[in-house]
Nanobody, 126 residues
Framework: QVQLVESGGGSVQSGGSLRLSCAAT????????MGWFRQAPGKEREGVAA???????SYATSAKDRFTVSLDNSKNPLYLQISSLKLEDTAMYYC????????????????????WGQGTQITVSS
């Protein structure tokens, strides 16, 4: 059974940084297609970053130059480093994984992701 567990969220002032982690059980993070999403109250879920089997990455326009998705091949977690946090970054952040037998490379569409974590909240204040 695949389980994804996010951690690292919290309350932070604008301009600060956070690193989110996504630990997986029953699933190999390295070599598969994964993504980070966020959802603010009253808004649709947004794909902010994706990483494919080769380690290539893609980002939403809102995330470019501030978000970095990465993984440590020797370890399980997937990471999302966020710098220069803005008020509009306040949201629940989710880690997601595609099925191991298929991969829509670098997709940030929620519909192609099969496994989801419960999310970790980021709240940015001025």
């Amino acid at each position: 059974q695949v389980q994804l567990v996010e951690s690292g969220g919290g309350s932070v002032q604008s301009g600060g940084s956070l690193r989110l982690s996504c630990a997986a059980t029953g699933y190999t993070v390295s070599g598969n297609c994964m993504g980070w999403f966020r959802q603010a109250p009253g808004k649709e879920r947004e794909g902010v970053a994706a990483i494919d089997r080769r380690g290539s990455t893609s980002y939403a326009t809102s995330a470019k130059d501030r978000f970095t998705v990465s993984l440590d091949n020797s370890k399980n977690p997937l990471y999302l480093q966020i710098s220069s946090l803005k008020l509009e970054d306040t949201a629940m952040y989710y880690c997601a994984a595609q099925r191991a037998d298929r991969c829509v490379s670098l997709s940030r569409l929620a519909s192609v992701y099969h496994y989801w974590g419960q999310g970790t909240q980021i709240t940015v204040s001025s």
